[in-house]
T-cell receptor
């Protein structure tokens, strides 16, 4: 149980284009979803927290107009990287939590984005 | 603000030897502490978590960690390393599951 999927698992795009990454909770309702970014050989950095039906809360230094987050349902959140640049190339990982299992985030497998 | 410090970015042990990965935390409120494992190009898998119950927490794959408030530590141990344990390990702290902060990670290498 408590499986989180991400799609796509990897994506390559040209500079200036936009890329959408999906995060789905497959067998539970995720009231809160989190988006992290991980650069090579570094730790995870929280980008934003989103609650279903509400606007996402972004961490300091994360551009909300560049990283658009939508959490329209209890099982789906999307991250759209707009006008991507090579420096946006990273591993993006989402996680989800449910109020029925406190103190635990369930992580997706990650999406590797490469911007040429 | 909460934070964790993982001592040692890289730990190398021989197969069958004791694994010890160090984590110290800083928190102004009683913390929730976690250890996650990450295999190459994959997401994070929860090994174990401490949420103010027993101070010695047993996790999956033979790992365990002990919460020591006096030392503000939550070190991860395994009595006997296996080749499949080679991975990146992250310690994390949160106060309410909505504010999880990760350490820099420790890469574990297991030598045959």
């Amino acid at each position: 149980g408590a499986v989180v999927s991400q799609h796509p698992s990897w994506v390559i795009c040209k500079s200036g284009t936009s890329v959408k990454i999906e995060c789905r909770s497959l067998d539970f309702q995720a009231t809160t979803m989190f988006w992290y970014r991980q650069f090579p050989k570094q730790s995870l950095m929280l980008m934003a927290t989103s609650n279903e039906g509400s606007k996402a809360t972004y961490e300091q230094g994360v551009e909300k107009d560049k990283f658009l987050i939508n959490h329209a349902s209890l099982t789906l959140s999307t991250l759209t990287v707009t006008s991507a640049h090579p420096e946006d190339s990273s591993f993006y990982i989402c996680s989800a939590s449910t109020p029925w299992v406190t103190d635990t985030q369930y992580f997706g497998p990650g999406t590797r984005l490469t911007v040429l | 603000a909460q934070s964790v410090t993982q001592l040692g970015s890289h730990v190398s042990v021989s197969e069958g030897a004791l694994v010890l990965l160090r984590c110290n935390y800083s928190s102004s409120v009683p913390p929730y502490l976690f250890w996650y494992v990450q295999y190459p190009n994959q997401g994070l898998q929860l090994l174990l978590k401490y949420t103010s119950a027993a101070t010695l927490v047993k996790g999956i794959n033979g790992f365990e960690a002990e919460f020591k408030k006096s030392e503000t530590s939550f070190h991860l141990t395994k009595p006997s390393a296996h080749m499949r344990d080679a991975a990146e390990y992250f310690c994390a702290v949160s106060s309410n599951n909505n504010d999880m902060r990760f350490g820099a990670g420790t890469r574990l290498t297991v030598k045959p």
